[in-house]
């Protein structure tokens, strides 16, 4: 069974410094994608990046990179000059498996980011 | 473009009633996704649909639930006999056919269950 783990409830960040929010997963497949997505206080799961398992650069989209370290199964995702629209619960998610039908993610529990002016 | 789109966005029931959810999801893609959002965690995994199949309900917490998208285009999630424990946000997401492409979430439906 595969498993997300994101140990930060939350955290407070000062407006313009970079911010890193931690993830770890768990799986035996070699085939895995890993996503962050975004949850302001309107409840909408915005989509931010994906690194799949066998991308041998991190991804970047934006002010957004992932650290993709395979051997220590983490995927953390960093926030370069976070900015006040940046509060928001932030959650890391990983679907398993190249199989066709087998595309639902497994999410974390979390992490409510509070940027500080 | 018009996203997913989901109704209502609030549901009250009384305990054991019957509730209807409706996505509406992004023109043009196959896959379409339920999944629970309770108070403080993340989603977690209901039942999936590529086209009209329904390929994965493995996470249906009990008969009571039951999801169906007749068409391949809107899908209804019906919970029977509503109880308590029934009370979270309900998220519909859909995607593009295939293992890598990002899905896109509706609003949801925060149903609270008295």
């Known amino acids: 069974a595969q498993k997300i783990t994101q140990t930060q409830p939350g955290m407070f960040v000062q407006e313009k410094e970079a911010v890193t929010l931690d993830c770890t997963y768990d799986t035996s497949d070699p085939s895995y994608g890993l996503f962050w997505y975004k949850q302001p206080s309107s409840g909408e799961m915005i989509f931010l990046i994906y690194q799949g398992s066998y991308d041998q650069q991190n991804a970047t989209e934006g002010r957004y990179s992932l650290n993709f370290q395979k051997a220590r199964k983490s995927a953390n995702l960093v926030i370069s000059a976070s900015q006040l629209g940046d509060s928001a619960m932030y959650f890391c998610a990983m679907r398993v498996g190249a199989n066709f039908g087998n595309e639902k993610l497994t999410f974390g529990t979390g992490t409510r980011l509070t940027i500080i002016p | 473009g018009a996203g997913v789109s989901q109704s209502p966005r609030y549901k009250v029931a009384k305990r054991g009633q019957d509730v209807a959810l409706r996505c509406d999801p992004i023109s043009g893609h196959v896959s379409l996704f339920w999944y629970q959002q309770a108070l403080g965690q993340g989603p977690e995994f209901l039942t999936y649909f590529q086209n009209e199949a329904q390929l994965d309900k493995s996470g249906l917490p009990s008969d009571r639930f039951f999801a169906e998208r007749p068409e391949g285009s809107v899908s209804t999630l019906k919970i029977q006999r509503t109880q308590q424990e029934d009370s979270a946000v309900y998220l519909c997401?859909?995607?593009?056919?295939?293992?890598?492409?990002?899905?896109?979430f509706g609003p949801g439906t925060r149903l609270t269950v008295t």
């Open positions: 997401a859909s995607s593009l056919k295939g293992w890598a492409y990002e899905q896109y």
